[in-house]
């Protein structure tokens, strides 16, 4: 079954304090990962994309990684801002029979940054 | 960057009612659409895959006669649910894939909040 996994469920960092948010996944085939900034009663936002041969991808102060073999990914934040609060989804993209991507969304890790 | 609008952003209906939602695409084409349900602290569940000009595809559970899609255009794409109950009270959220850009391209809509008395 194709699942994706995040830990922790939630987290209160200290504004200008550095995190790392993981995920784990059970997806075959895989086609991509994908992690996005969803802010509450929003539409989620892409932060990164990796395919199976990248294992590092940054976004400004956010960056994530990708271990296709042990299945993992990670996005770790550095010096967080108040604005950063918000929930982190890891998505990752299987590939269906006739080319198309379908994304399994995880539960997403809820980030408060605290002043 | 591409964005994707919804309309109306937050709705709130009396049970056994039906509400449309649009999804627009603004400054890109968008072939397939796809339309996803989120209950709070829950994360996004695809309801349905929407092609413009063909019918849509939709996930194991969720009801074709309940939960109205159509995608008249390259850019709009609608959700109606019909005969709405309290249980269908939700955050629906839209994604437009960019006909134009790489496959793995999807943009997400800001979301409509339904809410059912």
């Known amino acids: 079954k194709n699942q994706v996994e995040q830990s922790p469920q939630s987290l209160i960092i200290l504004e200008g304090k550095n995190c790392t948010l993981q995920c784990n996944y059970t997806v075959s085939p895989f086609s991509n990962l994908r992690w996005y900034k969803q802010d509450t009663g929003r539409g989620p936002v892409s932060l990164t994309i990796m395919t199976f041969s990248e294992n590092t991808k940054s976004n400004g102060r956010y960056t994530a990684t990708l271990d296709a073999d042990t299945k993992q990914s990670s996005l770790h934040i550095t010096a967080s801002q108040l604005s950063d609060s918000a929930s982190y989804i890891c998505v990752v993209s299987v590939r269906l029979s006739g080319g198309y991507n379908k994304l399994i969304f995880g539960a997403g890790t809820r980030l408060a940054v605290h002043p | 960057g591409a964005v994707v609008s919804q309309h109306p952003s937050r709705v709130i209906c009396k049970s056994g009612t039906s509400v449309k939602i649009e999804c627009r695409s603004l400054d890109f084409q968008a072939t397939t659409m796809f339309w996803y349900r989120q209950f709070p602290k829950k994360s996004l569940m695809l309801m349905a895959t929407s092609n413009e000009g063909s019918k849509a595809t939709y996930e194991q559970g969720v009801e074709k006669d309940k939960f109205l899609i159509n995608h008249a255009s390259l850019t709009l794409s609608t959700l109606t649910v019909t005969s709405a109950h309290p249980e269908d009270s939700s955050f629906y959220i839209c994604?437009?894939?960019?006909?134009?850009?790489?496959?793995?391209?999807?943009?997400f809509g800001p979301g409509t909040r339904l809410t059912v008395l």
């Open positions: 994604s437009a894939r960019d006909l134009g850009a790489h496959e793995y391209t999807q943009y």
